[in-house]
């Protein structure tokens, strides 16, 4: 789903950005800043996108401050039959 992120965040130069979420099963993990307007507004847009979802912030910046967000952290693994 490709959504417009209508929140830059005002540390842009830490190559910070809100579209980078994950989505599993039954939740969308996505960033926080502490920046409670931003955040907020985040968490609106997201869980309007993803109604069936539960949307959780997690602080990331560690992993902002390296140029990566919660996205480019994770590895999806899918289910893949054993190799006869």
Known sequence: MR???PVRHRRHRDRRRRPN???A???VIAPRFGDA???GLAYSVL???YPDRQVV???IDD???GGGGIHCAT???PAVPPAV
């Open 47 to 49: 869980q309007a996108a």
């Open 75 to 77: 590895q999806s693994h």
């Open 63 to 65: 992993i902002a401050s």
């Open 21 to 23: 979420y994950y989505t």
């Open 37 to 39: 307007a931003a955040d």
């Open 3 to 5: 959504t417009r992120c």
């Open 25 to 27: 099963n039954g939740a």
């Open 57 to 59: 912030q997690v602080r």
